[in-house]
Each structure stands twice: as C-alpha cells, then as structure tokens.
C-alpha cells in the first residue's frame, strides 16, 4: 500500500517480478501519479493492483504481463 499528502505531487511505484509455483501479487496506491508494473510467469498467477485518486493533469499507469498456467488479473 502506498499513499502520500494531497498538497504536493506523489509519484509512487511498484514492481513486482515473479518466476514459478505460485504466484500472487497486490498493489495498492491511493492519491496520484502511481505506476505499477507487474510481470508474472508459469504456474497459478494472480495479481491485483488498485490505483485510485486523481487531479488534472495527473495520471495513474499499470502494467500487468503474465505467462503460463492459472492467469488471472485485476
């Protein structure tokens, strides 16, 4: 989880690399800004990254690559 004051820009990031078995992966960030970029491969793969608050001109990214078996993404 990650978060910040709404009085100055926020730039939160997260990155997760997973290889085999049995994968899960959460984000979660809140205000703006936010890039997550998610890469899973083989077995039972899940992932959910939450990305929530904006503000003119501001942008939340995510990036979710998964390979093999139990895919699942939100």
Avoid: Y
């Amino acid at each position: 989880t990650q978060s910040g004051p709404l009085d100055v820009p926020v730039n939160n990031e997260a990155t997760v690399e997973q290889t085999g078995e049995d994968n899960t992966s959460t984000i979660t960030q809140t205000n703006f800004n936010g890039f997550a970029d998610v890469e899973q491969s083989g077995s039972d793969n899940e992932s959910t990254v939450t990305q929530t608050g904006t503000v003119a001109g501001a942008t939340n990214e995510a990036f979710v690559i998964q390979s093999g078996d139990f895919n699942e993404s939100t």
